[in-house]
């Protein structure tokens, strides 16, 4: 079968084509795993960490790709969820524990690092960490739901933010237009305010209802109650505290931070960005439970989120406009015919 592969870690900048494509043999499932035919693939920030070594996985080559769509094309003896032809989705976590907070547990494994993952035509994965995808969904409109919209679901439950308060969303791409339109229908007298260094994004923001956006580091009409940091550098982080009212909490909804101005944490001012007990609160990822909830959820509310499709031949492009910023909504590889998007 064909699959994109990483082969070691490298710098995106210097090597602006590091995943290959190459032929590997098809996996067959073991007994509690469903062997995926794999139509679509959503494209992660967190995979530039890995081929970039902040998140290195523990062995290479592997086939990246978390936000995996595709049918059943096989089942292992004891398998009882699937049948073959069933469409399911599979995420970032992969296998973990099976406890409430699986998500912090030692055995968790991610989809993708930990295992090989969806730049690939198929895949294997325990039927216990695979999801029906609803039907109001194409499979290209299902694939970012699977991560960016879920650990965005995660990561607005973390704010413990109520309807009327303030929230703020600095970053808006993938994850960001998912929560924005989750936040307008869970707390509709909220007003949403969004930080975002692209004119572009900003405007995509105020189509889809934000209250007001502006540069990351303007200053908002009113300080707000709780901000979501989806961005991969520190700057955000600095002057999300600084626009948090007292006793607000800025949550990072990131795997990992780039260095390239981490430098600027040496420049935290105790009083404009920690004093009145403002909060900072970590995202650390998914469990089984995140991602069946909000499935569930954004079929029901009719979540729209806004795809860019690329071939998977053509995943180092998609990575490197992905790093350039260069964001309208999510983006998807195409892997496998059948995706009606």
Not at 66 to 95: L, P, Q
Not at 180 to 195: E, G, K, M, N, S
Not at 249 to 259: F, S
Not at 285 to 300: C, K, M, Q, W
């Amino acid at each position: 079968m064909k699959a994109m592969i990483i082969n070691a870690t490298c710098s995106m900048q210097d090597n602006p084509e590091p995943l290959q494509l190459v032929e590997i043999p098809r996996p067959e499932p073991e007994s509690q795993e469903i062997l995926v035919r794999v139509t679509v693939c959503g494209v992660c920030h967190t995979e530039i960490d890995e081929i970039e070594g902040r998140t290195a996985p523990p062995s290479l080559p592997i086939v990246p790709g978390h936000e995996v769509v595709g049918i059943v094309a096989a089942t292992g003896s004891e398998v009882t969820r699937f049948h073959r032809n069933d469409r399911v989705g599979i995420g970032w976590i992969y296998h973990s524990s099976g406890s409430a907070d699986e998500n912090l547990s030692k055995d968790f494994r991610a989809t993708g690092r930990d295992a090989n993952g969806g730049y690939a035509e198929y895949m294997c994965v325990h039927e216990d960490y695979a999801y029906s995808i609803p039907d109001f969904f194409t499979d290209a409109e299902a694939a970012p739901l699977l991560c960016a919209g879920s650990v965005g679901y995660r990561a607005l439950k973390l704010t413990g933010i109520q309807n009327g308060e303030v929230l703020g969303l600095t970053g808006f791409g993938g994850s960001g237009h998912l929560v924005l339109q989750l936040a307008r229908h869970l707390y509709p007298d909220t007003q949403i305010f969004v930080f975002a260094r692209s004119a572009k994004e900003r405007e995509f923001s105020m189509e889809l209802g934000a209250t007001w956006s502006g540069d990351t580091e303007s200053e908002p009409p009113e300080p707000a109650q709780a901000i979501i940091d989806t961005t991969p550098a520190w700057r955000p982080v600095l002057a999300a505290m600084k626009n948090l009212r007292p006793g607000g909490r800025l949550v990072i909804n990131a795997i990992r931070k780039e260095d390239a101005d981490r430098h600027l944490m040496a420049d935290i001012d105790y009083a404009a960005h920690l004093w009145h007990e403002k909060e900072i609160k970590s995202v650390a990822n998914v469990t089984r439970n995140d991602i069946e909830s909000f499935l569930a959820l954004a079929a029901e509310i009719g979540l729209h989120p806004e795809v860019q499709i690329y071939q998977l031949e053509q995943a180092n492009e998609a990575l490197q406009d992905l790093r350039a910023r260069h964001i309208r909504g999510a983006k998807v590889l195409r892997i496998n015919d059948g995706v009606d998007d």
